[in-house]
């Protein structure tokens, strides 16, 4: 038995405290076995245990190839929220501009928790999430307006500050206003601006 296969064995494992960090090693092992582990990685996406496929996200994680990117990406509409969630994080911590239309589409239909981290991965991509994080402040859905509101607030964006303002003003929800008001003060928008 090589060492990919070993590690895909042990991955199967159920999790429990006691072998939690041991498990995230193997992930990470596997992931960094490179290109020749995708397959292997592919194939505990099979699997009917959602925690095997949360451990094919880390393991996707860990590669950083585009191949990895592509097959996260495809993950993103996994049935299961928390695998979800792993995938839209380790696209944001990759910076992976490929994923914003997926990402975007997640944020905006995802009512659970994964909807959130896709928010969270695309304020990681910084300016080239800027324009569709400025579309969803139009959205029909406060919790899309607030997802969107908050993102922008590390991003710094100039060509949000129009929309962020027009939030400020006249949007019905209060986080979204609160979120809208730390992103203009981030960027030097003064009171005087904004205020009439």
Excluded at 3 to 20: A, E, R, S, Y
Excluded at 151 to 172: G, R
Aim: net charge negative; charged share 20%; with cysteine.
């Amino acid at each position: 038995m090589n060492d990919i296969d070993t590690l895909v064995k042990q991955l199967h494992h159920p999790v429990t405290t006691k072998n939690m960090a041991a498990l995230e090693a193997a992930a990470m092992a596997l992931g960094r076995q490179g290109e020749q582990a995708l397959p292997a990685i592919q194939g505990l996406f099979t699997s009917a245990e959602v925690d095997v496929r949360f451990w094919a996200v880390r393991a996707l994680w860990a590669n950083g190839g585009q191949a990895a990117i592509t097959l996260l990406i495809e993950t993103l509409s996994d049935e299961d929220e928390m695998v979800r969630s792993g995938a839209a994080l380790a696209l944001g911590e990759l910076k992976a501009e490929a994923a914003i239309p997926a990402l975007t589409r997640l944020m905006t239909s995802g009512a659970d928790s994964a909807g959130d981290h896709a928010a969270d991965a695309l304020s990681k991509m910084g300016l080239p999430a800027a324009p569709v994080l400025i579309t969803a402040l139009g959205e029909s859905q406060a919790q899309v307006r607030i997802r969107a509101a908050k993102a922008l607030v590390p991003v710094e964006s100039q060509a949000a500050i129009k929309a962020l303002i027009d939030c400020l003003d006249n949007d019905p929800s209060y986080l979204v206003r609160h979120y809208a008001d730390i992103a203009l003060k981030r960027m030097g928008v003064g009171e005087m601006v904004y205020f009439r």
